[in-house]
């Protein structure tokens, strides 16, 4: 298995603008997380889904934040309209069990929005 | 609310000396702790897991010790080296409903090994 597969690697977007951010997980896993890397808050869960559906979006920071999971495949993060505080490292992980094994990460998305 | 939190935001070690890095942890439902580590430019990587019904989890060169008394998580590394050097994330699983639950990780610390 490919393990956990995000893109873009890199995005830089202008102040305003929509952002995708795209997630595959491992086959067979049951739970995706959404997380957001920063210095200063560190790894922060944002959403978290268990069979496609959303369990705890609590950490997800407004409304300009969206995230679907359409199919057990793949699932997306949305920021619009973006600003320069979104700025920050977008981990996708996946795991089995919801949650209660070790989570599988993926290599992040380093978004830049200026 | 309740957190995760490390007590040292860095550690330096010479290589070939054993490293402990320390986590705290104040959510009394949570029942199973992991550590990760994470190199520059990638995602956190799994390194051991520890369920809390036991105190103690060996790996190959390193050990978890879980104290549920005053809610204590250490990461125990031997004979370090310096592809050891990394930010170490204790993360978290905290009880839910069903088979829902959630991983929550600390802020991170950064070992440093001197050749």
């Known amino acids: 298995d490919a393990g956990v597969i995000q893109s873009p690697r890199h995005e830089v977007t202008e102040m305003g603008q929509e952002v995708t951010l795209r997630c595959k997980p491992i086959?067979?896993?049951?739970?995706l997380f959404w997380y957001r890397q920063t210095m200063m808050r560190g790894l922060e869960l944002l959403i978290y889904f268990n069979n496609n559906v959303p369990i705890d979006d609590s950490g997800m920071p407004e409304d300009r934040f969206s995230a679907k999971m359409p199919n057990a495949s793949f699932s997306t993060l949305k920021i619009q309209p973006s600003e320069p505080r979104d700025s920050a490292v977008y981990f996708c992980?996946?795991?089995?069990?919801?949650?209660?094994?070790?989570?599988?990460f993926g290599q992040g998305t380093r978004l830049t929005v200026v | 609310g309740e957190s995760v939190g490390l007590h040292l935001p860095t550690l330096s070690v010479q290589e070939g000396d054993n490293s402990i890095i320390n986590c705290a942890y104040s959510n009394s439902a949570s029942d199973y702790f992991i550590w990760y580590k994470q190199e520059s430019g990638k995602g956190p990587q799994f390194i051991i897991d520890i369920r809390s019904n036991m105190d103690k989890r060996q790996g190959q060169r390193v050990t978890v010790l879980l104290n549920k008394t005053v809610k204590h998580l250490s990461l125990q590394i031997a004979a370090t080296q310096p592809g050891d050097s990394a930010v170490y994330f204790c993360a978290e699983n905290m009880k839910g409903s069903g088979a829902n639950s959630k991983l929550t990780f600390g802020k991170g610390i950064t070992l440093s090994v001197r050749p």
């Open positions: 086959s067979g896993h049951n739970s």
């Open positions: 992980a996946s795991s089995t069990v919801g949650g209660r094994t070790e989570a599988f």
